[in-house]
Structure formats: structure tokens, C-alpha cells
């Protein structure tokens, strides 16, 4: 099973182009098993109402339904893993909490995170598996 990060999520509806090639091959054949998190879809909102990021003429609302659409299956963190995951053990060059969350889900049911953050490396030590 592969969880896409925020911002390859966004890369897939206007920049495909920034997708290497693996990932491209992943998520085109083996649709089935491709989620999104819902709390991308938080991240994206935040960023958003700041003025952060651009969603080329979609409102977070609308990503909802676009997810859906690319048949990206949305799965819910529940509240227990979101306790649990101060368990994570902190790294130095990683910080950001919402990808620090898809990482310890990753890691807690053996799933393979997709993204082009290098700094997920700092997380193979712990096990993570990421693409």
C-alpha cells in the first residue's frame, strides 16, 4: 500500500511533469492501492488561508472530490495513532508535523510513503519505506 504526500498529490493535478518516473509508474499501476491522508487535506487547507500555497483555482474544498475523482482512496488517521505518534523519534533536519504523522503511519502498518522530500531519509533508520 503507498500513502502519496501533499505535495505530490498537488504535482498529480498540475505539475505531473515533477514526478519521476518511478513514482509515475506506481501510481499508474497500482491505482488500487494509492491513499491520500486526511490530514493532506488539512495541511493543504492551513496553507491555503495563509496565503502559502497556490491551488490553481481550486479551493481546498474542491480537492476533496478531485482526490476522488483520480480514484485516490482517502484514509482517515484515527485518534489512537495520532496519540501514539510522539513515539517517532525526532530527527534534526525534519520537522514538519503533518509529514512527521504520515511517516509514523507509514511505519506503524508497513506502508510505502511516496514523496520527493529527501529529508525522509533522516526516517530509514527507524524503517521507513518511501519512494
Known amino acids: 500500500m ?3 504526500d501533499t505535495h505530490i498529490f498537488l504535482w498529480l493535478i498540475k505539475y505531473p511533469e515533477k514526478i519521476n518516473q518511478h513514482q509515475l509508474q506506481i501510481l499508474q499501476n497500482a491505482r488500487e492501492n494509492i491513499y491520500i ?3 493532506s487535506f488539512l495541511e493543504i487547507a492551513l ?3 495563509k496565503g502559502k500555497l497556490e491551488l490553481f483555482g ?3 474544498e474542491q ?3 478531485i482526490a476522488k475523482k483520480m480514484n485516490l482512496k482517502i484514509i482517515d488517521i484515527d485518534a489512537q495513532t ?3 505518534s510522539h513515539q517517532l523519534p525526532p530527527v534534526k533536519k525534519h520537522k ?4 512527521r504523522l504520515l511517516v509514523w503511519l507509514c511505519l506503524q502498518n508497513n506502508w510505502t510513503l511516496l514523496s520527493a522530500d529527501n529529508k525522509l531519509n533522516e526516517y ?3 524503517g521507513l519505506k518511501w519512494i
Do not use: E, G, R
Not at 96 to 99: A, I, K, L, M
Open 37 to 39: 491522508s486526511n490530514i
Open 124 to 126: 530509514t533508520q527507524q
Open 96 to 99: 514538519d508535523p503533518f509529514d
Open 63 to 65: 480537492l476533496v472530490k
Open 82 to 84: 495520532m496519540a501514539n
Open 47 to 49: 496553507k491555503f488561508q
Open 58 to 60: 481550486f479551493s481546498p
Open 2 to 4: 503507498y500513502i502519496i
